[in-house]
């Protein structure tokens, strides 16, 4: 059970807006660690999708978008094409365990 | 361009060892923490370990699962990671990744990772 919580799954049709939640705690997201979002098309490593919350890396379209609010962060994903279909994967920090780099279970997005 | 290409991958029977490497290019190994996660067939991602820079004394951290089994070590002249698993369980079987950290606000990147299955 990964220590962030995400959707297993979402769904939307081209040309819609999706959203991928990732809720923490107070020891992780709400004590203040920023949360980074990955890409992970089928049979490939993961990518660096969203920074430092909201910021892209150079090269993501501008239809992805971050945010994060109290113990919660969200993905955004706008104008919703057939090459976004990927699993989703947010990440932050916890000091409170073992393991200080912790990640959400992921989300599965079908382009319907 | 940052390039993480990881090597070492194989089939290693349980209680068996085997060493994982990362060469990295692209920029200044030295300067940066290094991690490695893994991701099990049809699972998720599952941070590893980490390796600080030399500034930092080179400590490393573990995930409570692998803690004396794993060793992370790096070779900053070589720009290289190593993962050293011993006592393999079946349960280590995953694709292994390894990245680099580009600091807390961030992010990571990662390689194209290499499989390791545990199996008699």
């Known amino acids: 059970q990964s220590v962030l919580t995400q959707p297993p799954s979402v769904s939307g049709a081209p040309g819609q807006r999706v959203t991928i939640s990732c809720t923490g705690s107070?020891?992780?997201?709400?004590?203040?660690?920023?949360v980074h979002w990955y890409q992970q098309l089928p049979g490939t490593a993961p990518k660096l999708l969203i920074y430092?919350?909201?910021n892209r890396p150079s090269g993501v379209p501008g239809r992805f978008s971050g945010s994060k609010s109290g113990t919660s962060a969200s993905l955004a994903i706008t104008g919703l094409q057939a090459e976004d279909e990927a699993d989703y994967y947010c990440?932050?920090?916890?000091?409170?365990?073992?393991?200080?780099?912790?990640f959400g279970g992921g989300t599965k997005l079908t382009v319907l | 361009e940052v390039q993480l290409v990881e090597s070492g991958g194989g089939l290693v029977q349980p209680g068996g060892s085997l060493r994982l490497s990362c060469a990295a290019s692209?920029?200044?190994?030295?300067?940066?923490?290094m991690d490695w996660v893994r991701q099990a067939p049809g699972k998720g991602l599952e941070w590893v370990g980490r390796?600080?820079?030399?500034?930092?004394?080179?400590?490393?951290e573990y995930v409570a699962s692998v803690k004396g089994r794993f060793t992370i070590s790096r070779d900053d002249l070589k720009s290289s990671l190593y993962l050293q698993m011993n006592s393999l369980k079946t349960e280590d079987t995953a694709v292994y990744y390894c990245?680099?950290?580009?600091?807390?606000?961030?992010?990571?990147?990662w390689g194209q990772g290499t499989l390791v299955t545990v199996s008699s």
């Open positions: 430092g919350n909201s």
């Open positions: 107070s020891s992780n997201i709400g004590a203040g660690y920023d």
């Open positions: 990245g680099r950290d580009r600091g807390i606000n961030y992010g990571y990147e």
């Open positions: 692209g920029f200044i190994f030295s300067d940066h923490y």
């Open positions: 990440q932050s920090y916890d000091t409170s365990l073992s393991g200080y780099v912790i």
């Open positions: 390796i600080r820079n030399k500034a930092n004394s080179y400590t490393t």
